[in-house]
């Protein structure tokens, strides 16, 4: 089998995965998780300020395009992502989690920013939810308050990672 | 129009007079309060006390009407059947104060969660739990 690539990791990559003929030999599932980690279908699902940073990611400036990921969807339905973007209160937390019930397997959560991590700066506050992650079970959180779209993007590519890894190790998710 | 006169005048009710008190103050055309522009209340400790402003778009004057209830057993007549304006501002207060509404045709938890938050924000003796306090909920 031969490779011809410059690029040394891609190299390292592909030397592993080609077979005669420069066919790519792979499991199912593996194959699979390159497909979900390289085209989420977030859930348009805006809470609060860090939704703005969102939607600046999706527009032209940052093109979150480049990765497969701009598929907003408006139905939970048609989503396999969900972005907590800002802060969640204790009034808005059933219809959030309906939302999540409703999402399809496999689907993940990302908790966006301070608000949806931790509380942010309202952790004190009685009526706002100290991070989701105590309703929702969450796979990447993103620092910042709000997130610059670099940062939303960098938490969806370390989903991506994250999804592929598990397939390889052949784990759940 | 009439000439721009704001005044806000502050006159006491009771809670069995209240309702009468009001439609006296919205129907009689010496007064005129068509408007209702918020209802709210403050704890005094062992009354909460109720506050409603009126406005009057006839003499565009204000005026601000009070009546006190036990903190123990809040319970007041709703006003919503005068002003419809009355029914978000008392399921506010409703959340934040505890106080019942008698007659409200929808007393669901406006701004609290639906089973509500179990206590009341805005009453004095309620002291917040800080960042750990939340465990348990």
């Not at chain 1, 031969?2 to 592909?14: F, G, I, K, M």
């Not at chain 2, 409200?104 to 406006?110: A, F, G, Q, T, V």
């Given at each position: 089998m031969?490779?011809?690539?410059?690029?040394?990791?891609?190299?390292?990559?592909?030397s592993g995965l080609l077979g005669p003929e420069n066919v790519i030999v792979t499991t199912v599932e593996q194959l699979f998780a390159w497909a979900q980690g390289h085209s989420f279908w977030p859930l348009t699902s805006g809470l609060a300020c860090c939704a703005l940073e969102m939607m600046a990611c999706g527009a032209g400036r940052f093109d979150l395009a480049r990765?497969?990921?701009?598929?907003?969807?408006?139905?939970?339905?048609?989503?396999?992502?969900?972005i907590v973007a800002g802060t969640l209160t204790w009034k808005m937390a059933p219809p959030l989690v309906r939302l999540y019930?409703?999402?399809?397997?496999?689907k993940w959560v990302i908790a966006m920013g301070s608000c949806a991590s931790g509380g942010g700066p309202f952790v004190d506050s009685y009526s706002v939810v100290q991070g989701v992650d105590k309703i929702l079970p969450v796979d990447v959180y993103i620092p910042g308050c709000p997130p610059r779209p670099e940062a939303l993007m960098h938490g969806m590519l370390t989903l991506k990672e994250k999804v592929m890894a598990a397939k390889r190790r052949g784990g759940k998710k | 129009m009439n000439q721009v006169m704001i005044e806000t005048g502050v006159v006491e009710s009771t809670p069995a007079a209240l309702l009468a008190d009001l439609q006296?103050?919205?129907d009689n055309a010496a007064y005129r309060f068509d408007r209702l522009l918020d209802v709210t209340a403050v704890d005094r400790g062992e009354t909460l006390e109720l506050v409603y402003r009126l406005h009057s778009l006839q003499t565009n004057c204000d005026l601000v009407v009070k009546a006190s209830v036990d903190s123990a057993k809040p319970e007041i007549a709703s006003v919503s059947g005068l002003w419809e304006a009355a029914l978000f501002g008392e399921r506010e207060v409703q959340d934040?104060?505890?106080?019942?509404?008698?007659?409200?045709?929808?007393?669901?938890?406006?701004l609290a969660p639906e089973d509500g938050f179990g206590f009341f924000p805005l009453r004095k003796n309620y002291k917040l739990p800080g960042r750990s306090g939340q465990a348990g909920r």
């Open positions: 031969e490779v011809t690539t410059e690029n040394p990791v891609a190299q390292s990559r592909l990765f497969g990921y701009e598929v907003f969807r408006p139905s939970p339905r048609h989503a396999d992502l969900l019930e409703q999402m399809p397997e496999s | 006296e103050l919205r934040m104060f505890g106080v019942v509404f008698i007659g409200h045709p929808d007393p669901r938890p406006l």
